[in-house]
């Protein structure tokens, strides 16, 4: 099969993979019973990392060699002085992207009343992560959920293999539970045919995808997700099935030159099977803003906007009868794609944009982009006369920081905003240039909701020092065309009196039940909710095959394909 696909729209958070190989036991850890009575000197249970280091401490005089394990290396090992704590968790065992999505529950007792804790996790490696500080309760008793998507947002397939558990106060009290990290192997294998394309070949000839492993003649489900978060369901209406020796093959092809840049999903499920793949789309020849589009008014009303013919625009400057695409950006930052036109034999063409009632006030962009040579037109005007939206600032404290301050608990930068409509929910993330989520102190994501006095305030700071670059704070909120999406440039630099490494350290805790526990996913997601409405194109040109041709709007991303 071969379909034309563009991208569209932005929607949240995160894509499913699972799999990975079995890893080995490599920890230390003691046998004793955690409601053991036994003396300080004689604990031998595993707490933090922090302790490994303690050459130094005592000399012998004479000495030919240390008890040890032949062939063996320590990774964790007790404190020197601290009282043993009775750990547990809800599961003993728990598959790798489990770990990830929601987690395990660990409770101790026996700790110092309104004490911080710190927990983390030893891989049988000898990898250790580390969340945010937690509080005990009046009652010496800590239970908090803990995942690594709020310490390793990115790696759906934490180390399999042996893990530990370990929990340690700041009265001097340790503890820990062992907990095994099996792997799920990908039943269903999936590739690319080439691994990676650019943006003006994707034009040209398309992606194969080939998927082997199914059972015969069985439904696939196929989910595709964009570099942007967005993810789509492929072929919902094909009724894709593998062939009788449970294979499958489907062929990608864009209609345009602007595919998104990055890394691009290829997601399977079928039955109690599934597998995923990536593969690459790099950017094309460079892109110029040499066209021309105006709009017949600099300013609107909300009423007029609603009625048509709404707001006229004429473009010029393109090729004669070129093909282009239609974004209009909202005051919020909300962007919706409003499909392909073509010009006439001139390289121009007149078109109009009527809008969904209650959008907000502001200044509103349109951009007119050549599908096939990506050159494009910039055009704004503004929209009045809806007091009850406003058009709401949000911004940064700061547009640099230090990797120090930015991971500084008493510093950080704020994201803050007025005029935002009341009882809006944010959720915002801190990317990288390869649109990476990096762990904040309170998660992958923080989360804040606006009071009735329209004002957003939320403090960032991240759970470990970043490597020096630009970063993006990216905020979401709202939903349909008078929803926020915004995002702000964040410069890091390295700190004045210290290197700051370009490998991201080890981290430190973060409070995982600050942030919404991801969804227990099963294999039949729930249906999408239908997408608000949108700013239409009106009316449309010319018939032609590939015009108004787009996929349906985004998807939210589900924790598993879609079916």
Known sequence: MKKPWIAAGAALVAVLVVGGTAGTVAVAQSGIPATSTLSDSSVGAVASAIDLDRAGSFVLAESEDTASIEGSRLVASAPETSTVLPVSLDVTSIEQYWLWASGVEVTAHGLTPGADVEIGIVFSSGVTKHWAPVR??????????????????????????????TVRSSAGEAGSALLDVTATTDVITVSSDPATISQDEFLDKPVTIHASGFAPMTKVFFNLGMPDTTMFAVGEN????SDENGDFSYQLQMNSVNSQVGTWLMSFVSDDRSGSATFQVTAGAARTPDKKVTPARSEISVADFVAEPGM???LEGFLPFDTYELLLTTSRGYTASLGISRT?????????????KGIPEGEYTVTARSTTTGDYAIGTFRVTGNPDAPASEVSLSAGSVTAGSLADSTKGVFLSGRDVTPGTSFRVSLRNGAWER????VGADAYATVGDDGRLALQLVTLQRLAPGTYTVWAEGGGGAAAYNVQLPLEVTADATSTTPSVAPETRLAPVEEAPALPQPTPDASESPAPAPAPSVSPTPIPDAIENHVPNPALPVPTVPAR
Request: glycine share 10%; no cysteine.
């Open 136 to 165: 005990a309760d009046e009652n010496g008793t800590l239970v908090t959920r803990v995942r690594t998507l709020d310490v390793d947002p990115e790696n759906t397939r934490p180390e399999a293999g042996l893990a530990q558990i």
């Open 238 to 241: 094909e009724g894709l099935h």
């Open 312 to 314: 006229r625009f004429a």
């Open 344 to 356: 006439n034999g001139e390289g121009r063409h007149s078109n109009a944009i009527t809008s969904p």
């Open 438 to 441: 990096q762990p904040l102190l």
